[in-house]
């Protein structure tokens, strides 16, 4: 019987008779509980509105005192003209059964009479123990969740133009950066057009482990794979940097191709250190997993990579190492710190000379010198539509940029620069009626590069600034409640100014190297875990000033599908 009586209270307190709502209008789940767990009372005086008077008054009081099993409900009251459902007695009977140490006559008969909802609620505390064992038994942890992403992308690269670049500024440009003087260096456009048409089938696999241990905190392990390295849209034979697609560009073994194998992608762990203040620790951790708030309500589905840095790819870099930061919130205001170290697990701190020549692969470590650190600095504010943030990095040794969202000339100077300061504001506002309006995302950033030692080669160039701005719309439930439609214009990181000590030569003080990017995509559910997103895009001078040598030009046009599963 005791067992029994557990189970009844068990299914009375969590409101079991879920499957019974049809029937709810026919009795009071919240009597129900009440009868259940509310502690039995030791007098009849206590129900303020039994008076001596009343008819029950002495049943009431026998019942007392000789079982000591009467209940109320919570506001004092017994309710006695209150009609009572069927499971309101039975959930009654059961409070006593504990109080009873012989079964009467009278007893019996009340077991019979409400035999039925007895057996019912101790058959649905069967089935709720047997479902908690079974998933228990396929539980590899209690306070660990799995979840996963896997994308397929087909699609293909289309060139046109005539652009050959010239190859002096080719060396001077690109040597900036360090990259390898290769006829493919110079010879940019020609390599592009090698490839078009060229249709690639790629894929990237995302597995995430989040832990909870206090139900606030969060240990979060990220595992990732892909074959992007080869692909149109990424890696060391694409000459375009600027077509790389979010899914596509990650640091994920160093490269965007492991070779099919495997990988750590994230692991850091975030938790409370005080009212509102929460910090983050890992050693591998990314820029934007310390940000209280991301400014960009855009897009619902990535395509261009440049499109994913809030119109600042200086400011919000995304780098990707060992580091921490904290942040503190209040309301829809925030404040935020972090830093990271793309060599922060390195032994050797280096010699640290300018442009890394005594940074080589064992070099780095913690703040030094061949740490390549970022130290970003955010204030926010976000309401329940709308967000605005101002971002300042700080990025020291060749930390900052990469191909996918910035010209050649651009990433070259992120890249050799001993530090970079970088300013972003970026806002969205989303409406209420998302199928009519759409929400808008803009961004806008500028950065300064210092380079104090340029060596014999590069000593003509002190310093260089650029800039960036985007524009985001997207629609929800377009033609269809889960569809949604996006586009984005704006310009990718390009070179505004470089301190030169040529002044005779108007194209180095000045780049031409402006361009601009656009995308269109449109998102459609197959199921609630799968959908399909087909996008175009346009590059209208990726090369920025390395394709605009006497005139040439060279554009880009991307067609792609993408197939998404959320497991």
């Given at each position: 019987?005791?067992?029994?009586?557990?189970?009844?209270?068990?299914?009375?307190?969590?409101?079991?008779?879920?499957?019974?709502?049809?029937?709810?209008?026919?009795?009071?789940?919240?009597?129900?509980?009440?009868?259940?767990?509310?502690?039995?009372?030791?007098?009849?005086?206590?129900?303020?509105?039994?008076?001596?008077?009343?008819?029950?008054?002495?049943?009431?009081?026998?019942?007392?005192?000789?079982?000591?099993?009467?209940?109320?409900?919570?506001?004092?009251?017994?309710?006695?003209?209150?009609?009572?459902?069927?499971?309101?007695?039975?959930?009654?009977?059961?409070?006593?059964?504990?109080?009873?140490?012989?079964?009467?006559?009278?007893?019996?008969?009340?077991?019979?009479?409400?035999?039925?909802?007895?057996?019912?609620?101790?058959?649905?505390?069967?089935?709720?123990?047997?479902?908690?064992?079974?998933?228990?038994?396929?539980?590899?942890?209690?306070?660990?969740?799995?979840?996963?992403?896997?994308?397929?992308?087909?699609?293909?690269?289309?060139?046109?133009?005539?652009?050959?670049?010239?190859?002096?500024?080719?060396?001077?440009?690109?040597?900036?950066?360090?990259?390898?003087?290769?006829?493919?260096?110079?010879?940019?456009?020609?390599?592009?057009?090698?490839?078009?048409?060229?249709?690639?089938?790629?894929?990237?696999?995302?597995l995430y482990l989040d832990t909870s241990f206090t139900g606030k905190d969060l240990l979060r392990a990220r595992l990732r794979a892909g074959n992007f390295?080869?692909?149109?849209?990424?890696?060391?034979?694409?000459?375009?940097?600027?077509?790389?697609?979010?899914?596509?560009?990650?640091?994920?073994?160093?490269?965007?191709?492991?070779?099919?194998?495997?990988?750590?992608?994230?692991?850091?762990?975030?938790?409370?250190?005080?009212?509102?203040?929460?910090?983050?620790?890992?050693?591998?951790?990314?820029?934007?997993?310390?940000?209280?708030?991301?400014?960009?309500?855009?897009?619902?589905?990535?395509?261009?990579?440049?499109?994913?840095?809030?119109?600042?790819?200086?400011?919000?870099?995304?780098?990707?190492?060992?580091?921490?930061?904290?942040?503190?919130?209040?309301?829809?205001?925030?404040?935020?710190?972090?830093?990271?170290?793309?060599?922060?697990?390195?032994?050797?701190?280096?010699?640290?000379?300018?442009?890394?020549?005594?940074?080589?692969?064992?070099?780095?470590?913690?703040?030094?010198?061949?740490?390549?650190?970022?130290?970003?600095?955010?204030?926010?504010?976000?309401?329940?539509?709308?967000?605005?943030?101002?971002?300042?990095?700080?990025?020291?040794?060749?930390?900052?940029?990469?191909?996918?969202?910035?010209?050649?000339?651009?990433?070259?100077?992120?890249?050799?620069?001993?530090?970079?300061?970088?300013?972003?504001?970026?806002?969205?506002?989303?409406?209420?009626?998302?199928?009519?309006?759409?929400?808008?995302?803009?961004?806008?950033?500028?950065?300064?590069?210092?380079?104090?030692?340029?060596?014999?080669?590069?000593?003509?160039?002190?310093?260089?600034?650029?800039?960036?701005?985007?524009?985001?719309?997207?629609?929800?439930?377009?033609?269809?409640?889960?569809?949604?439609?996006?586009?984005?214009?704006?310009?990718?990181?390009?070179?505004?100014?470089?301190?030169?000590?040529?002044?005779?030569?108007?194209?180095?003080?000045?780049?031409?190297?402006?361009?601009?990017?656009?995308?269109?995509?449109?998102?459609?559910?197959?199921?609630?875990?799968?959908?399909?997103?087909?996008?175009?895009?346009?590059?209208?001078?990726?090369?920025?000033?390395?394709?605009?040598?006497?005139?040439?030009?060279?554009?880009?046009?991307?067609?792609?599908?993408?197939?998404?599963?959320?497991?």
């Amino acid at each position: 019987m005791k067992r029994f009586q557990q189970r009844l209270l068990l299914l009375t307190t969590l409101g079991l008779l879920a499957p019974l709502a049809s029937h709810a209008a026919d009795w009071n789940l919240a009597a129900v509980r009440h009868y259940a767990s509310s502690d039995q009372v030791s007098s009849v005086d206590q129900f303020s509105e039994v008076r001596p008077s009343d008819w029950a008054y002495q049943a009431l009081s026998d019942l007392i005192q000789t079982y000591g099993c009467v209940a109320g409900y919570p506001d004092g009251n017994y309710h006695g003209q209150r009609a009572m459902t069927r499971y309101e007695a039975a959930a009654l009977l059961n409070a006593c059964l504990d109080r009873i140490s012989e079964t009467t006559d009278e007893l019996k008969k009340l077991l019979k009479e409400f035999e039925r909802e007895l057996a019912v609620l101790r058959g649905r505390v069967d089935g709720l123990e047997a479902r908690v064992g079974e998933v228990e038994a396929l539980s590899f942890s209690t306070t660990t969740r799995l979840r996963g992403v896997a994308t397929f992308v087909v699609g293909s690269n289309s060139f046109a133009g005539d652009a050959q670049p010239d190859l002096f500024d080719a060396l001077i440009l690109l040597g900036i950066g360090g990259l390898p003087f290769t006829p493919n260096t110079v010879q940019y456009a020609n390599t592009a057009r090698a490839l078009d048409a060229a249709t690639a089938f790629a894929y990237d696999l995302s597995l995430y482990l989040d832990t909870s241990f206090t139900g606030k905190d969060l240990l979060r392990a990220r595992l990732r794979a892909g074959n992007f390295g080869n692909s149109p849209w990424f890696g060391t034979n694409n000459p375009i940097g600027l077509n790389a697609l979010e899914i596509a560009y990650e640091e994920i073994c160093g490269q965007a191709d492991c070779g099919d194998v495997v990988s750590v992608n994230r692991l850091f762990y975030q938790f409370p250190i005080g009212a509102g203040f929460t910090a983050t620790i890992g050693g591998r951790v990314r820029q934007d997993d310390m940000l209280p708030m991301w400014p960009s309500a855009y897009p619902a589905d990535t395509v261009l990579d440049v499109f994913t840095y809030a119109g600042a790819p200086g400011a919000y870099n995304k780098s990707l190492g060992a580091g921490g930061g904290v942040w503190w919130k209040s309301g829809g205001f925030s404040l935020s710190a972090s830093y990271v170290s793309l060599n922060g697990d390195k032994g050797s701190p280096g010699l640290g000379t300018s442009f890394g020549e005594s940074c080589d692969d064992n070099s780095g470590g913690i703040a030094t010198s061949c740490s390549q650190s970022t130290f970003t600095g955010q204030i926010a504010y976000g309401g329940e539509s709308f967000g605005l943030a101002l971002a300042y990095s700080y990025a020291q040794g060749g930390a900052g940029l990469y191909g996918g969202n910035g010209t050649p000339l651009a990433v070259a100077a992120s890249s050799f620069s001993n530090n970079t300061s970088s300013v972003g504001i970026s806002g969205y506002w989303s409406p209420s009626l998302s199928a009519l309006l759409p929400s808008i995302s803009a961004g806008w950033g500028i950065s300064g590069y210092r380079l104090e030692d340029g060596g014999v080669l590069f000593s003509w160039i002190d310093g260089a600034s650029s800039q960036s701005w985007y524009v985001g719309l997207q629609w929800s439930d377009v033609l269809a409640k889960g569809h949604a439609f996006g586009m984005a214009v704006g310009q990718p990181t390009f070179m505004t100014r470089l301190d030169t000590a040529i002044p005779d030569d108007p194209n180095l003080r000045i780049p031409n190297d402006g361009n601009y990017a656009w995308e269109w995509w449109y998102k459609i559910p197959l199921r609630d875990s799968i959908t399909i997103t087909p996008a175009i895009y346009y590059l209208s001078a990726p090369l920025g000033q390395l394709q605009k040598n006497e005139g040439g030009s060279l554009s880009n046009f991307g067609a792609l599908v993408k197939t998404t599963f959320r497991f």
